[in-house]
């Protein structure tokens, strides 16, 4: 059996992409009673439910258009058109007569960093589709090419540069980055800490795929540049979208060839080997060492190295 797509991963949408240039068919969907409308407020997702189970708040149409961007077709499900709306330009998304009617029932926005580990996988995943699309067609309204405008087309999946000359056409951006479980072939593996991670928090390695270089290139270079660690037998593990803002992450585990550990000071505070005793004694709760949230892929590349004995691989 396939195992389980990582969080944000598997999104519950048919992306339809046959629809996006379909002008009558965009026109009848945005007005019918059926659609539904996932928000997104400054990169925050509307969220209904209990705190420990949030779940993707969907508006219906009509007022959901108001004050906010052109809506972007994020696909059909059950039937029924879904659209996401970016409601940034609003200083109070409470303002917009849809979310203030759900907000009288619970609904809030929330970062997706902070709730996307509580939700159903087909709640994260697409609320995970709509941050990444809005964010991606609100930073890019001008040609990266000549700086005239960009026009949003085929239903928020293209901007076109409005200047004649250029006429550009540009895709939603997607970062490509590894991230990479060292061991050392036994019972070891590398663990690092940023500072922009939250306190107490180890994880591991990780970074973009530069131009002109396959991935495992990337993990080779990206292991050796940062902990100063040459590596082999790298092997694909899985991917996850990662929409804080663009990434794909995409995971590996890699042996380590040497044992010393040369830390990059100026993005890494410290790195060292680790046991799988000393993970399986981490905890949440534990103020001074923690692993990664769940809903990230970093997560699962522990959690399933923990589960595998050294002489036998998996168990």
């Known amino acids: 059996m396939a ?20 002008t009558d068919w965009l026109a009848a969907a ?9 928000p997104v407020w400054r990169a925050r997702t509307l969220v209904d439910g209990p705190d420990d189970a949030p779940r993707t708040a969907l508006l219906p149409a009509g ?5 906010g961007e052109e809506p972007v077709l994020l696909g059909v499900m059950d039937g029924a058109a879904v659209f996401a709306a970016d409601l940034s330009a609003l200083d109070a998304p409470e303002t917009h007569p849809a979310v203030a009617a759900a907000a009288a029932g619970g609904a809030r926005f929330l970062d997706l960093r902070t709730v996307g580990g509580l939700m159903a996988p087909a709640d994260a995943a697409l609320a995970a589709y709509a941050r990444g699309l809005t964010w991606w067609n609100a930073r890019h309204r001008f040609c990266g090419v000549c700086g005239a405008p960009a026009a949003g087309v085929e239903a928020g999946h293209l901007r076109i540069c409005t200047d004649p000359a250029c006429a550009t056409t540009h895709y939603p951006r997607t970062d490509p980055a590894v991230i990479m479980l060292v061991h050392d072939g036994g019972d070891r593996c590398v663990l690092h800490r940023q500072p922009r ?3 107490g928090m180890y ?14 290139e990337a993990v080779a270079r990206e292991v050796l540049e940062e902990v100063g660690l040459r590596v082999t037998d790298v092997r694909y593990h899985s991917s996850q979208p990662w929409p804080f803002p663009s990434q794909l992450m995409i995971g590996f585990t ?5 044992t010393a550990i040369t830390v990059q000071e100026d993005e890494i505070e410290e790195a060292f ?3 799988r005793d000393r993970l399986r004694a981490a905890g949440p709760d534990d103020p001074h060492f923690r692993p990664p949230r769940r809903d990230s892929i970093a997560r699962r590349l522990m959690d399933e190295w923990l ?3 050294p002489d036998r691989g998996p168990r």
């Not at 195992?3 to 379909?22: E, M, S, W």
């Not at 007022?63 to 004050?67: D, F, K, L, N, P």
């Not at 890699?254 to 040497?258: E, I, K, N, Y």
């Open 273 to 275: 080997w680790v046991t």
């Open 63 to 67: 007022r959901a258009w108001e004050g």
């Open 30 to 38: 945005r007005a019918a009673p059926q659609t539904r409308i996932v």
């Open 3 to 22: 195992p389980p797509p990582n969080i944000y991963a598997g999104c519950p949408v048919d992306r339809a992409h046959h629809r996006r240039r379909d």
């Open 307 to 309: 589960d595998e004995r």
């Open 254 to 258: 890699a042996r380590a060839l040497d």
């Open 203 to 216: 994880s591991v390695l990780a970074g973009f795929v530069e131009p002109g270089e396959s991935l495992e």
């Open 197 to 199: 991670f939250a306190p």
